[in-house]
């Protein structure tokens, strides 16, 4: 299993940017997709997950209405679009794809800086 994210992003504040999670070495509709994030100097955070069998979404409520979370099957691709960017967004993102509650395969992570 492997997922392999882009690469990093700088964007001014209020800017979108668009990171995407391509998946190979399983079925690409077993397993949900999670987003998590890293701030500096901070914890991960949990943005949201989608289905990719129905494309059904949750988010975290701190990202709801910004971030929207979609999914290609053709090309084995989720993506996390991110809306008026602020500082504070400034973090690593990371997809996993989650096999069960303690079991992730994990991106390498996408360094998405925010700053003017």
């Known amino acids: 299993v492997q997922l392999v994210q882009s690469g990093a992003e700088l964007r001014n504040p209020g800017a979108s940017v668009k990171v995407s999670c391509k998946a190979s070495?399983?079925?690409?509709?077993?397993?949900?997709i999670d987003w998590v994030r890293q701030a500096p100097g901070q914890g991960l955070e949990w943005m949201g997950r989608?289905?990719?069998?129905?494309?059904?979404?949750n988010y975290a409520d701190s990202v709801k209405g910004r971030f929207t979370i979609s999914r290609d099957n053709a090309k084995n691709t989720v993506s996390l679009q991110m809306t008026s960017l602020k500082p504070d967004d400034t973090a690593i993102y990371y997809c996993?794809?989650?096999?069960?509650?303690?079991?992730?395969?994990w991106g390498q992570g996408t360094q998405v800086t925010v700053s003017s």
């Open positions: 070495g399983y079925t690409f509709t077993s397993y949900y």
């Open positions: 996993n794809a989650v096999v069960n509650p303690w079991r992730n395969y």
């Open positions: 989608i289905d990719p069998e129905d494309g059904s979404t």
